[in-house]
């Protein structure tokens, strides 16, 4: 059984600086930085993808604290709003991952981008988003934010009112392993949408399990969307590519 630590905090003179807010400053930095170098070895104008993650960013915003007050107040928050919003103001991870991916999907239907070029740019944020969200959950993991259901277990976590488990620090472990596998799998190219689809697959596969460590049970749905939405990508990507070589074969039996 692991050991609790509290959050640690830097003051300098009347400010607090929390580990978790530190962190989740620096995982937008860091997957902004990889998004846009990313971008740039493909081509796309570092300034177009810069736009996209703005748009990404505050629609994940939106969607994280809407998807808390619409879920965690259901149906109450239909019939007393304001209530909800003063009582149980928070956000929720799988409505901002929903949130900024209808953001980047809003801003290339703006611009009217190509379904190819849309998804040029939303495989380049599917394939950042592990390391940013690794970052992000470490803060959790150290503010203690996600507490699962009571255990014993070697990766319990030793809290005052308890062994059980740390669902941050289970993603961010399971997360360490998703950035290296992602790392290496970049050392050969594959087809457009195949991050996107392997991000929403995966993670949304390991959602599903780890919400059933949580308080709240039966809370898998957003898992369940992630893996229903990579499922769609690979499908396109399939439909994609095979459309394309048969094109390319059409062309060398002409010629």
């Known amino acids: ?24 400053a620096l995982a937008v930095v860091v997957g902004g930085r990889v998004i846009l170098l990313r971008a740039r070895r493909q081509g796309i104008p570092v300034e177009q993808m810069f736009q996209l993650c703005a748009w990404a960013y505050i629609a994940a915003m939106v969607g994280a604290v809407l998807s808390k007050l619409i ?58 988003i592990p390391v940013a ?5 470490l803060g959790c993991t150290l503010a203690h934010d996600h507490r699962g259901l009571a255990s014993t277990s070697w990766i319990a ?12 620090l289970i993603e961010f472990l399971f ?11 970049d050392r050969r190219p594959h087809p457009v949408g195949f991050y996107f689809g392997l991000y929403g697959v995966v993670y949304g596969g390991f959602r599903i399990w ?5 308080i709240q049970p039966l809370r898998f749905y957003g898992g369940a969307v992630g893996v229903l939405v ?23 039996f002409v010629h």
């Open 230 to 252: 990579g499922l769609l990508g690979w499908a396109w990507m399939w439909a994609y590519e095979r459309s394309r070589a048969a094109k390319v074969g059409a062309t060398a």
């Open 210 to 214: 780890l919400d059933t460590l949580h």
């Open 1 to 24: 059984m692991l050991p609790y630590f509290p959050q640690p905090v830097l003051h300098l003179g009347p400010l607090q600086i929390h580990a978790f807010g530190a962190l989740a």
């Open 71 to 128: 879920l965690d107040n259901f149906p109450a928050f239909f019939l007393n709003p304001e209530h909800a919003f003063r009582s149980n103001l928070g956000f929720r991870s799988v409505g901002g991952i929903g949130g900024g991916f209808l953001g980047g999907l809003l801003w290339c239907r703006l611009r009217r981008l190509s379904l190819f070029e849309t998804m040029r740019r939303l495989d380049i944020v599917a394939y950042a």
């Open 157 to 168: 976590v030793r809290f005052p009112e308890g062994p059980r488990y740390d669902l941050g």
């Open 175 to 185: 997360l360490i392993f998703m950035v290296i596998a992602f790392y290496a799998l």
């Open 133 to 137: 969200w690794m970052i992000g959950r």
